[in-house]
């Protein structure tokens, strides 16, 4: 069938058997709700998690962010990002100056495959005080955008 032999409007599902369409799963945004100010201790801290359901294999962009404000200048604190219980990405991140204010701004990026189905990304803190006195955290999120085409080039 030709566009010139249709009337506007009346081409409908029936007449392309619409149910053998196969159109790529659309791209998608999700994002965890940001965490409440908390404290560090001694020892990895879970600080946010994320379920997400991919309709189809693709990519993920995933991305974690959490403001920092340190008890003292000598630490740093590893950031974790897993996925389905497995380390996806592991940082050290400098978690800002002693003034008082939530200062140290981090972020994580990392691109993913994932295979159709529901995933589970959660991001911990390990903070590395000599001196034990530890800082806070504030604002902890993950996002994700899914894509379903993409792919993670080998260096």
Known sequence: VTSGKVRNNSLTGADIKEGT?????ASAIAASRPSEYAGLSNGMTQVAELTYTAPSAGMLLVTTQVTLDPADEKGYVGVLLAQDGDTVSYRNVEPGDVDYFQDGWQSLVTAVPVTKGRHTF???LLEYAPDEMYGSYDDAQIIVQFAPDGSVADR
């Open 21 to 25: 369409l196969r159109l790529p799963a």
């Open 122 to 124: 959660t991001m911990s």
